[in-house]
């Protein structure tokens, strides 16, 4: 409880640090950056720390951490007093704007405590940290927290730093270090804390979409400014219940599944047909409501299946949100959706005019000023440092805001390919620049582009992933069609839209035809795999895959018409009686989130980025899930719009509609969350209460008690100590003592290997072999690492294992279950070496 509250009061105070330099960045946004402002401090906090600590300008350390923040305060002090009136009108305005969104911030504060409460006391009712990447998340955070200075060292690869997007991970170590926090306690506050950034975030956004009016703007100094009014308050809140909480529909059929419903007669070939994995068998008898096989809830994060020409399953992640912090999984994807939030509101101030200024760069002019390049720039490299697949997304949308903000006051001409260049390049380069100590030591197993040939996403899946947003985008843009008459270039939409498919479609077949021209030999193994003799029938059957499961490229082009046929009409449109259609920037917004989003889920179609997965499983979980958050943001904002806008029997219809589609979103969570925190472990403690009160046996009653008292707990290093209390006494023994690098046994990934490194921040010789070669592109850094782990654990010979010793400077040697599960000769150890602790069957010894 008191971990809570620390981080809590830490991240609120720094937010109101922060504000006056929000307030002064993002004057285009009707809550003046408020709701952003915790995250925004984060950023330039976590920035400034990392920086200095890099060039060796302070220590990873309490005194490095002040340093920085007093560095941003005086950042906030700057945007408040670089202004052409007096301090006394300055703080005025501010008090003046706080009084008059006084429920704004009421909502904001109330809307980041409940939030940030509710999926802590989740992650206390089961805060396990072994499952799946978590040992991996927690290795980076403990050897941060470990680490003199920075780059900080990789605890799974003694004698090298991270090679990773671990700016998340910075964040992490730098809260817990400065509220006293042990790395097994951050681990699930930060995900508690991104869960509560990611709430106010979006709602923050949708509020200031919902402040731009519809009506025509008012012209000052020859320029249109947009009409900002006060929008309710309430109704931005489905922002985050769309973003974090509503979930895919995989939830619904495990009711349905559950029930046995469809599964008789004719009807059996519906579960066939959507064959969804799990879902394509019986269900368990007797039925019920509830799924009870195990591990259901990840079956939502694999509802998209890939099969090659010859039968052969191929498994697709597409996340999102909830279940990622169901799962709590502290990757990078999840660290990164405050900052991804705060990328699209500083596009929509962008778009909103929130910079606007004069810029020369190398002769072309910028209308941009110098303070939002610089925070462009620092935010687009910060994303790239967090979650390097997200600068792109980005990077896109914010140069297109620029774009279209340009069309919105000269129209469509040539001279809007040139803003692309002249925002794109330079932003780019200073993104580049500003974080490249990060990029020196930084390698990736990312090998270029490979073509998607054989493996079309079915329309039946793609509905299963996003049916409840898809749903109220096409439900907004019939109304925008239909009922507001909204003016669209359709036949350019068309042919647009159209045109990029079939490029994406020819550009992928000549990519084929290009690696097996140069690859004979991964020719002939990718024929092989696919069951074909050659290229001419692989491509004469990919095709009719494709033409086959056309379904997902249909949906997604029935998305991306009509929200390209709005965008490519210019500023004012004339109607056939000759009078223009206002367009509210909100709408225009929000059509290009529509179409950012499209165009992620359509790229993995036809292209995906090679990696040592060597299939499209990475591309398609990075784009669905950045798909998502631009998705969700529209389905919110276009349902709060029919909501105001439709009458009569269509509001009836729409409300029906709503409510049914929220039954369906909010299965998935519903049933979850219950069966991974054990119903919030209510009945245990039920068990445990009465056992305490009634039983005669005092013995049984003090171990219910002290059972009952630890039940829910942050800290994950609390279940160790409870399963097994010698290993835990040492695992605590070596999280403070001296420096050096320790010897455990090595094993394969996702398993209880490399625990202690992960548990002490202390690097290890090796940790997991097949993580290591996914961060490095290979495995030429481990060189023979695990067999001579292997070989000091074995060997009898003290004069081999004292060369191992000293040829990786190794200083504590951990002999615990594992390490005894393996060929062991103990006996050297002990004749040679110091026994620096001992309890039970685990033994630390210590070299000179």
């Given at each position: 409880m008191g971990w809570f509250f620390s981080w809590y009061l830490t991240v609120t105070l720094l937010g109101w640090l922060t504000f006056p330099l929000a307030y002064r960045f993002f004057p285009a946004l009707a809550d003046r950056g408020y709701s952003l402002s915790r995250a925004a401090g984060l950023l330039v906090w976590g920035y400034v720390f990392?920086?200095?600590?890099?060039?060796?300008?302070?220590?990873?350390?309490?005194?490095?951490?002040?340093?920085?923040l007093l560095i941003l305060i005086g950042l906030s002090a700057w945007a408040f007093l670089n202004r052409k009136v007096s301090i006394a009108n300055r703080r005025s305005e501010i008090v003046h704007w706080l009084r008059d969104n006084l429920r704004l911030l009421l909502n904001v504060e109330i809307l980041f405590f409940l939030a940030f409460a509710f999926l802590a006391f989740v992650r206390a009712s089961n805060p396990e940290l072994t499952s799946a990447e978590k040992p991996m998340e927690l290795m980076f955070i403990n050897a941060i927290l470990r680490s003199p200075t920075f780059p900080p060292r990789d605890a799974w690869l003694s004698g090298y730093a991270i090679s990773y997007y671990y700016f998340g991970y910075v964040m992490t170590a730098m809260l817990a270090k400065l509220t006293g926090v042990p790395g097994t306690a951050a681990h699930n506050l930060m995900t508690a804390l991104v869960f509560a950034l990611g709430a106010i975030g979006s709602y923050g956004i949708l509020y200031n979409l919902l402040s731009i009016s519809d009506r025509?703007?008012?012209?000052?100094?020859?320029?249109?400014?947009?009409?900002?009014?006060?929008?309710?308050?309430?109704?931005?809140?489905?922002?985050?219940?769309?973003?974090?909480?509503?979930?895919?529909?995989?939830?619904?059929?495990?009711?349905?599944?559950?029930?046995?419903?469809?599964?008789?007669?004719?009807?059996?070939?519906?579960?066939?047909?959507?064959?969804?994995?799990?879902?394509?068998?019986?269900?368990?008898?007797p039925l019920g409501w509830g799924p009870t096989r195990y591990l259901w809830w990840w079956r939502a994060s694999r509802v998209v299946s890939d099969y090659d020409l010859s039968g052969g399953f191929k498994e697709i992640i597409d996340e999102f949100p909830f279940f990622s912090f169901l799962h709590a999984d502290l990757h990078p994807h999840v660290l990164a959706i405050p900052f991804g939030l705060l990328a699209i509101a500083a596009a929509l101030n962008l778009f909103l005019g929130g910079w606007r200024g004069e810029s020369n760069l190398f002769g072309f002019s910028l209308r941009i000023n110098l303070a939002g390049f610089v925070f462009l720039g620092l935010l687009l490299g910060g994303l790239a440092f967090l979650n390097t697949w997200d600068i792109l997304i980005a990077a896109v949308l914010i140069v297109g805001v620029y774009v279209l903000s340009r069309v919105m006051e000269s129209g469509w001409s040539w001279e809007r390919g040139e803003d692309v260049f002249v925002l794109g390049i330079p932003l780019g380069i200073l993104s580049f620049l500003l974080y490249l100590p990060f990029y020196i030591g930084f390698s990736s197993q990312l090998g270029g582009i490979l073509p998607n040939l054989v493996y079309p996403t079915r329309g039946a899946h793609l509905w299963v992933m996003f049916a409840t947003l898809l749903l109220p985008l096409f439900a907004y843009l019939i109304y925008l069609w239909r009922v507001k008459k909204l003016p669209g270039k359709w036949w350019c939409a068309t042919v647009l839209s159209l045109g990029l498919v079939l490029v994406l479609w020819g550009v992928s077949w000549l990519l084929g035809l290009g690696v097996g021209f140069l690859s004979p030999d991964l020719k002939v193994l990718f024929l092989q795999q696919q069951g074909v003799p050659d290229m001419d029938v692989l491509f004469a059957q990919a095709g009719l895959k494709r033409l086959t499961h056309i379904g997902g490229l249909l949906t997604l082009l029935v998305v991306l018409v009509p929200a390209v046929a709005f965008l490519t009409v210019d500023r004012r449109p004339e109607t056939e009686d000759n009078s223009s259609v206002y367009r509210p920037p909100s709408t225009v917004f929000v059509l290009l989130l529509i179409t950012l989003g499209a165009l992620l889920v359509l790229g993995p179609e036809f292209l995906y980025l090679r990696d040592q997965f060597g299939t499209r499983i990475n591309t398609v979980f990075k784009f669905y899930y950045q798909a998502w958050m631009l998705w969700s943001l529209a389905a919110s904002y276009g349902i709060t719009v029919l909501a105001r806008k439709l009458r009569s029997g269509w509001n009836m219809a729409f409300w029906v509609g709503l409510v049914s589609l929220l039954l369906v979103g909010l299965a998935y969570p519903t049933?979850?969350?219950?069966?991974?925190?054990?119903?919030?472990?209510?009945?245990?403690?039920?068990?445990?209460?009465?056992?305490?009160?009634?039983?005669?046996?005092e013995t049984a009653k003090a171990v219910a008690r002290q059972e009952l008292a630890s039940l829910w707990t942050l800290d994950y290093f609390d279940m160790v100590q409870h399963q097994n209390q010698d290993e835990a006494a040492a695992l605590r023994w070596l999280q403070s003592a001296p420096d050096g690098v320790v010897a455990e046994a090595v094993g394969g990934s996702y398993s209880g290997y490399a625990r202690v490194s992960t548990l002490t921040g202390l690097p290890t010789v090796l940790g997991w072999p097949g993580h290591e070669s996914q961060w490095r592109g290979g495995y030429e850094e481990q060189g023979s690492r695990q067999g001579d782990v292997q070989t000091l654990y074995a060997t009898a010979d003290w004069q081999v294992a004292q060369e191992i010793i000293s040829r990786y400077d190794i200083r504590y040697i951990y002999v615990g279950g594992l390490e005894r599960g393996e060929p062991l000769q103990e006996e050297k150890f002990q004749s040679h070496l110091r026994v620096a602790f001992r309890q039970g069957n685990v033994t630390i010894y210590e070299a000179p």
């Open positions: 990392w920086l200095l600590t890099s060039l060796g300008l302070s220590q990873n350390d309490s005194g490095g951490l002040f340093l920085a025509r703007p008012q012209t000052v100094d020859g320029e249109e400014q947009p009409t900002i009014h006060r929008p309710s308050s309430t109704v931005a809140f489905l922002a985050p219940l769309f973003l974090l909480i509503v979930s895919n529909v995989e939830g619904f059929l495990e009711i349905l599944h559950r029930r046995g419903l469809f599964w008789s007669g004719n009807t059996l070939a519906f579960w066939t047909w959507l064959d969804i994995k799990d879902l394509n068998q019986p269900p368990i008898e049933l979850s969350v219950l069966d991974r925190t054990g119903n919030f472990q209510f009945d245990k403690a039920r068990s445990l209460l009465n056992m305490a009160l009634t039983s005669e046996d």
